[in-house]
């Protein structure tokens, strides 16, 4: 069964700087989706990728997929305290399976 | 909001309570999904339904009973369960025909304790 790793497990940065956020699956991806999560609730969609090379920018935030390298970075410029969160990537198995999630990258930006 | 919504947002229970987890979704999917979240863990997918149907039971336990009478609805029946089982109980819909893939819109979830 495909798994997906994230690293940092958790990470704390100061406002203002730039992160990213890495995740790395065990098998082919085919789509590859970004949440986030507040401590305590559902998960937030952010974006998703699908083609090799491909990046989407939101506000911040800018997600690339290596098809290759199996893998995904998700990007922070200049973090703010509402970025703050768990970031969880999820992805597509073949065919039309349901989503598989990495355990999450807690995320906290101190002023 | 999500357009998914999970009632109620908090439930402690006893070992030999029975109750239920409500999730109802606003958007016209036809796919919806139980997970569990537990701390340091990755999100667990439990079942799926599709138009329905039960299309992926994950070896979850019998004292969790899904129950999807419509394609908006869905239930999580409780009962005898354990502590281990205390966690974070998230519903999620989709409709991978329309959209062509296979975004999940989560509700915000249930926190479940179990003494």
């Known amino acids: 069964s495909q798994e997906l790793e994230q690293s940092p497990q958790s990470l704390i940065v100061q406002e203002g700087k730039n992160l990213t956020i890495n995740c790395t699956s065990s098998?082919?991806?085919?789509?590859l989706y970004w949440y986030k999560q507040k401590y305590g609730e559902g998960l937030i969609f952010l974006m998703m990728?699908?083609?090799?090379?491909e990046e989407k920018s939101h506000e911040k935030i800018t997600a690339k997929l290596d098809e290759k390298k199996q893998q995904s970075s998700l990007h922070i410029t200049a973090s703010q305290p509402s970025h703050a969160g768990i970031y969880l990537c999820g992805a597509d198995g073949s065919g039309n399976t349901p989503l598989v999630f990495g355990k999450g990258t807690r995320l906290s930006v101190i002023a | 909001e999500t357009g998914v919504t999970q009632t109620p947002r908090h439930l402690v229970m006893g070992m030999t309570n029975k109750k239920s987890l409500k999730c109802e979704q606003h958007?016209?999917?036809?796919?919806m999904y139980w997970y569990k979240q537990s701390a340091k863990k990755p999100l667990e997918l439990m079942f799926v339904?599709?138009?329905?149907?039960?299309?992926e039971n994950n070896s979850v336990p019998s004292r969790f009973s899904p129950e999807c009478p419509n394609s908006s609805h869905l239930f999580l029946h409780l009962h005898t369960l354990q502590p281990e089982d205390s966690a974070l109980y998230l519903c999620?819909?989709?409709?991978?025909?329309?959209?062509?893939?296979?975004?999940?819109?989560f509700g915000p979830g249930t926190r479940l304790t179990v003494l």
């Open positions: 098998k082919t991806l085919y789509g």
């Open positions: 999620a819909s989709s409709h991978p025909e329309i959209s062509g893939h296979n975004e999940q819109f």
């Open positions: 990728l699908q083609k090799g090379g």
């Open positions: 958007l016209g999917h036809n796919a």
């Open positions: 339904y599709n138009f329905k149907e039960q299309t």
